[in-house]
């Protein structure tokens, strides 16, 4: 049987998706010649034929869409389980069970997470730096809990203008309003596992999905005050960090 160019391609390319592991060891045998070959061959031939490689290789992004995709969510979910896995795959919290991969969090014990990437390149960050200590797993309430204590802490520790107290003040009575609308408590469908009551253990849930839109709506504007004043309450489900991450599942299909 005699193959055309294409069809001979896309064998060889199949086949080596097939055989990962041929793949890396022949790319560490023929290291020295590959990066001479690139040097001799391909960079000139890229330089001349930049346009239309550009395009070609859009195009394979295109027709290969859903297979990228599948690729791209199992490297994410094998290199997550290896962080999680080395960190205990469990909330750290004492007393917490929560295991679920998609409710735990990479947490950095003494803040600073500004220094260190988030999601799949903390993942990598980790991996590459051989699990650093200064790290651990908590569950989306938990690690939520440790953020609000921080915080707390950081605002008793100054001294706040009139009106940022007065600001507070607003925020917490505007949230107390809206809670107050839902029992005041997670209201998560068949109920919440942690039975969590407090205002600022609550996420307002957009039911439709529609956050991000929302907020580019309201710019500056208070989300609070404009559920008040709109009487938007059918819109949101207030959601501890754990429930939310629960019901978002369905909308992240790597959250697994
Ligand atoms: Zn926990
Ligand atoms: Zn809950």
Known sequence: MSWTKEQAKENSRLWRIKNPEYNKQYAIDHKKEATAYKITYNKPYYIKNKVKILEKSKQYVIIHREEILEKHKQKYIELREKVFDHYGHKCMWPGCDVIESYMLEIDHINGGSYKHYKGIKLYQWLVKNNFPEGFRLLCANHNWEHKINMQKEKWDSKSHSKA??????????????????????????????????????????????????????????????DIINNNRYSEFLPLCPNCHEKIEKENKSWAL
Do not use: Q, T, V
Not at 184 to 197: A, T, Y
């Open 164 to 225: 940022s107290e007065r600001n507070k003040k607003s925020c917490i009575e505007k949230k107390e309003i809206i809670f107050n609308n839902y029992d005041h408590k997670c209201n998560f469908p068949g109920g919440c596992k942690w039975n969590i009551k407090e205002s600022d253990m609550l996420h307002l849930h957009h039911k439709n999905n529609n956050g991000a839109e929302d907020r580019k709506n309201l710019g500056n504007k208070s989300i609070y005050k």
